[in-house]
């Protein structure tokens, strides 16, 4: 059972990512290849701005500026729905606040 849970969830992150991915190349931002559940992207308009803007969408991520990032926020992989929601939001906010 144990080794059966282990690969659902390798494979829930890995699509996850290969969606991510993809989506986030077609929005053309930049961002750090991983295979873990979580991983950075460069955000136009700054860590702390795109943090604000997606708080007030209802979407949490993490800006790393207290890290020296000042540009990253990082993302956690999350179910196939939450990963659509937060490409939505993020198209969104970036589409509202042209940096």
């Given at each position: 059972m144990y080794k059966r849970q282990v690969k659902r969830t390798l494979d829930h992150v890995r699509d996850g990512l290969t969606y991510l991915f993809g989506r986030l190349a077609e929005l053309g931002l930049e961002y750090c290849p991983t295979q873990t559940n979580f991983f950075l992207i460069k955000s136009p308009l700054g860590a702390e701005r795109t943090y604000e803007l997606m708080l007030r969408e209802g979407v949490i991520v993490r800006s790393m500026g207290s890290y020296g990032l000042d540009e990253y926020i990082r993302i956690n992989v999350g179910l196939p729905e939450e990963?659509?929601?937060?490409?939505?939001?993020?198209?969104?906010?970036l589409r509202e606040n042209p940096g």
């Open positions: 990963n659509e929601r937060f490409i939505r939001s993020l198209a969104k906010v």
